[in-house]
């Protein structure tokens, strides 16, 4: 069990009663829970909003974490580029359709589905959405954007953007008040430093799918986009590719959240002993106490986790194998299980084995 000292001012570790409540709740499907319980979303469920030329679909809102992050899918048309803004906590982005073009003080990048960026607290950017169809997944340890589109925008019926004629019109200070704040800079032609390793300090960066701190274990790539020291310990993400795998031991986490979103194949998820099976844009939250395992039931399956705080860090680390692959390598035979390592993590990480792996 690792101490709470790595935790953040800001997260209290929840008390033993709601651990041990949480082991039996029923996730709640399809809908914001408004309360810190397991839940699940299918991609496209979720509150839908309207707010300029961006169509915005909460998936996770402080009040349904325990006030830790929000969570939310944008999808927009061709908008041209923000003014450089900043909000009050690292933002993590990952793309899922289109293309994005990011401006950092250090030049500009560009990123297409399957790559993403992570900006720290404070930070100033700006993006302009380039494809014709573009959707990202944004995760933020600040609540200024789903502020911004509560208040500013307009609950819609429909589930992707509508056509608009660009920039949103709204006033600056309405924005500041969501917790924004804007800075005039120049939006740089040259690309910025592109990194073969996720960079040791803490900066703004952005990752082609493929790149970031990879590590294997059997048919299985699990690479670190951000690490915590790029979030001030607020959160950590994990992009995994993998062949298909049976479920791992049943199990729980005391100190931290996981967040599961399938972006490619299936990923049978058991939450509290039921099953759920995530496609594309699927959304599982796993407040801690709850009891989980998975498996990943399609050929290829890639899923993002995002584990909030970033106390489990050293568990990908201990588990896997530094590799300069991209894909797994799939050449059958049988797994190691690395039970060694597992010994480790079980003794000093934050995890409790409730059994074996669930049936099927
Ligand atoms: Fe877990």
Redesign the pocket.
Known sequence: MTTTSAIPASITPDPEEIIEKRHSLVPVLDSLPGDSVPYALAAGEGNQLQLGPYHVTVMSRPEDNGGVFSLARVSSGTVPATPFFSVPGPTFVHVMEGRLTLWFMDGRREVIAGGSATIPADTPWSFASEGLINSALVHSSSDAFLRAARRLGSSSSSHTFRVSDGITGIAHEELEACGFTFYKRDYLAELGPRFARLPQEMRAFSLEDGEGDRLEQFEQINSFVCRPRHTDNQFLAVQTRGAKAPYIPR?F?RLHT?NFICLDGHVTLNVNERELVLSRGDYVH?PAGTI?SFAFTGHNTQMLGVLTTGVFEKFFDYMNTPTDARVQLENGGEPEFPAEAFVKVQAELD?EVVGPPPEG
């Open positions: 199990h986490h996981e796993a989980h995890v």
